[in-house]
């Protein structure tokens, strides 16, 4: 009310000033209709006002002059000079009662009655009064168009630029120390300036919500409903032009929530409700976000008419039933899609929803729905607070420079980092960051550029959208700046990819991208929320069989492996392959991993590789493609003989090979990693040839071998070159190894040095008799 208030005064005061010469010039030109009508006019609008703003002495006042210059333009009275004194006086005081209103102060009353009489015909001319001790306040507001606004706003981004321009320049050299302090005063100075002139474009919400009441009131009217009307946050403030953005958006929503969600009084008393509907419509700010909340108490979205009704349009209803609730609610956004049988005033043509969406999105925003059948749904309109200035970072791709929202930016990672796994699946690459998994896009591919050969890692946005997240590679971050964000040309913004350009202090035009574009003209389709991918993992969890990995293999078979036995797939280069040791190994995370594999290795620049794992071993395996994430049937053909197939299944009428994880760590796992191998101990081993020379031997053989025992360890076998010392060989059986090929004698059981097959046959031998 108290904005009201001054804003009355304001009013007030600019038509007083004008309107003192034109009572004047009127009384001079008693004929002049149109400077009649413009005082009529003016004390017809101040007794509306004093109505509203519960002022009644102005209104008395207003109310009397009115009803005179009502007999004035009847033509039941002439402007004399009597009358027009009285006038005159009536709004002097007026303007009395305005400067009282502005200050604070009292006024007193008590000559009110008297300039009322005057206006009375045959009445006293009045003498004009001064009342002692009043002075008008001086003005605290001005009004300016909003031409100009807009003026000042480009005018302040151009000295952005400039300042911005100039520093980049002064960091280019040596630059003197009065000069960079003269420089920061300046960028200080401009930042205050820039968010002065920045709070002139806010407006508070109040002017997007003041038309609602009416509106409800009509709309409810037409469909025979009662609504009540509850508005919250009206003080919020927004930029003026978000808010003639999202007067249409709001407008819809809220007239299909009385239409489609509200049911009748009839209705509301057969389901236990009050016959009155209830619709909050609320406003708060979030960080640099503006949350706009509609609420009603009706009967929420009946998913499945929204589905009959597709169904009727050709759509898979499978597919649409396949859909989690989540999904389900998704589809009131379908172009042409109308849940109401019949056409009327408000609704039922099918244009609606989708609009509503896509003009929110226009503007950064995003609408997120929560139903509760029979209860009622709360849609939340997220907006930013400003179209015109947003904290942007810079990235680079291709030799060119384009921004992003840092608003839609959760944090920005390396491609090198630890905490991050990429892994390709169907031929797509999915990003695993602290345990949450999304699909990454290469924005060099998505914007058909191509990246230079010498770049180093590439940088990892890890983007919002609303309805999920992913992950967008860029080959570096630039910078973080605040950028004046304008419209594109329209071929550019047709591309779905771009949001506005900018021209930052390099002077070269750079262009925003559209996270919520790339993420759909990628064709991601990813959920909105944690529920949804909890209802996911419920459907995914009630369906028969085992979730499998599909894969190309390098054979060209397609083969599947419990996915469970899956660490990851990663893609790794061609030298990091070697054949060593008697078996094919790879590189990975500075660690050696034996290689498996049904196809040629040799002659591959790169090679995909799963990364396999029982609790203990781990093995690679490599492979030509990952595709698909399939659920194994209950029947599976077993293989005729052991292998590295175990069987053969039917998965979408094409028979598929089940790869023998039993086979792949019993052939090619590392056995050194087993805790239950033997331990063997080397003891007399002054040369150190058994460290050198044995001991890859018996860890080949599956022997964890050691030359020193830990506390409290005891060994399964003693390899000994000597005659082992006696407390070791009370403990555990002795291998004795000897330089000369010939044994000394009947008595000797020790093992020529170099004989393989002997050695380990003893080992053998000697731990199984252990053992028993």
Request: charged fraction near 25%; charge should be negative; hydrophobic fraction near 45%.
């Amino acid at each position: 009310m108290d904005d009201l208030v001054q804003e009355f005064i304001a009013e007030t005061r600019e038509t007083l000033e004008a309107l003192s010469g034109e009572i004047v010039a009127w009384e001079a030109h008693p004929e002049d209709r149109a400077r009649l009508d413009a005082i009529f006019r003016f004390v017809h609008t101040v007794k509306g006002s004093c109505g509203f703003l519960d002022l009644p002495r102005l209104g008395r006042l207003s109310h009397s002059a009115e009803d005179v210059l009502a007999q004035v333009r009847e033509g039941l009275r002439s402007p004399d000079r009597p009358l027009v004194n009285a006038v005159l006086a009536v709004v002097d005081r007026i303007g009395e009662l305005v400067e009282a209103i502005d200050s604070g102060t009292s006024l007193p009353d008590h000559g009110d009655e008297l300039l009322i009489a005057a206006l009375a015909k045959g009445a006293e001319e009045v003498a004009p009064t001064n009342i002692p001790g009043l002075h008008r306040a001086p003005a605290r507001s001005v009004r300016l168009g909003v031409d100009l606004l807009d003026r000042m706003m480009s005018g302040m981004s151009d000295m952005v630029l400039a300042r911005n321009e100039l520093a980049r320049r002064l960091r280019g050299g040596d630059i003197d120390p009065t000069i960079e302090a003269a420089l920061e005063r300046l960028s200080l100075t401009v930042g205050e300036m820039r968010d002065t002139v920045t709070r002139t474009r806010m407006q508070k919400i109040d002017a997007l919500f003041s038309a609602l009441p009416r509106m409800v009131r009509d709309t409810a009217a037409g469909l025979g409903k009662s609504v009540l009307l509850h508005v919250e946050g009206s003080d919020v403030e927004l930029d003026r032009e978000m808010i003639e953005m999202m007067r249409d958006p709001l407008v819809h929503i809220i007239r299909n929530s009385i239409d489609h969600g509200i049911e009748s009084p009839l209705e509301r008393r057969g389901a236990g409700k009050r016959e009155n509907g209830r619709l909050v419509v609320s406003a708060r700010q979030s960080g640099n976000q503006i949350i706009i909340e509609i609420t009603d108490d009706g009967r929420g979205i009946d998913t499945d008419k929204l589905i009959r009704k597709l169904v009727a349009n050709g759509r898979d209803e499978a597919k649409l039933r396949a859909l989690s609730e989540r999904g389900k609610l998704e589809l009131i956004f379908e172009a042409g899609l109308s849940s109401k049988d019949e056409v009327s005033d408000v609704s039922g043509r099918g244009v609606g929803m989708d609009i509503v969406r896509a003009a929110i999105e226009q503007i950064g925003g995003r609408v997120e729905l929560d139903s509760a059948p029979g209860k009622g749904l709360r849609l939340a309109i997220h907006v930013p607070l400003t179209l015109s200035i947003i904290s942007a970072i810079v990235v680079g791709a291709g030799g060119q420079r384009f921004a992003i929202s840092r608003q839609a930016i959760e944090e920005i990672v390396s491609d090198h980092g630890g905490a991050i796994r990429i892994d390709t699946v169907g031929g797509a690459q999915v990003l695993s960051l602290r345990g949450r998994r999304m699909p990454l896009l290469n924005l060099c591919e998505v914007l058909g550029i191509e990246r230079a050969a010498t770049i180093g890692p590439r940088m990892i946005s890890i983007v919002n959208v609303g309805e999920g997240s992913y992950a967008l590679a860029a080959d570096h971050v630039l910078d973080n700046e605040e950028l004046v964000i304008k419209p594109a040309s329209p071929a550019v913004m047709s591309t779905g990819v771009y949001a506005g350009q900018t021209l930052p202090d390099s002077g070269l035009p750079m262009l925003l991208l559209d996270c919520a574009g790339i993420a759909s003209i990628a064709g991601l389709n990813f959920h909105r929320d944690d529920e949804q991918n909890q209802d996911e993992l419920e459907e995914a969890e009630a369906a028969p069989g085992i979730p499998a990995l599909l894969f190309r293999d390098l054979d060209g078979a397609h083969r599947a492996v419990p996915l469970a036995a899956v660490d990851r797939v990663e893609q790794v280069e061609g030298d990091c392959v070697r054949f060593a040791a008697g078996r094919f190994r790879v590189t990975i995370d500075g660690r050696i991993l034996p290689l498996a594999a049904q196809g040629k290795i040799e002659g591959r620049a790169r090679l995909n590789v799963l990364r396999l794992k029982d609790g203990v071993n781990e093995v690679s395996y490599a492979i030509d493609e990952a595709l698909d994430i399939i659920q194994l049937p209950e029947e599976l053909v077993p293989a005729r003989e052991p292998g590295p197939v175990a069987g053969v299944a039917l998965i979408d009428g094409e028979q598929v090979e089940l790869l023998d994880i039993l086979w792949v760590f019993d052939e090619h796992a590392d056995r050194d990693c087993e805790e239950t191998a033997p331990l063997c101990l080397i003891a007399g081993d002054k040369d150190g040839w058994m460290a050198s020379f044995v001991r890859p031997l018996l860890e080949t053989a599956g022997y964890r071998v050691v030359t020193q025992l830990a506390t409290g360890e005891l060994p399964a076998v003693v390899l000994s070159s000597e005659a082992a010392p006696p407390e070791l060989a009370a403990t555990a059986p002795v291998v004795r190894l000897r330089s000369r090929r010939a044994s000394a004698g009947a008595g000797d059981d020790s093992v020529y040095r170099y004989d393989r097959a002997g050695l380990l046959s003893a080992l053998e031998a000697r731990v199984a008799g252990k053992g028993r």
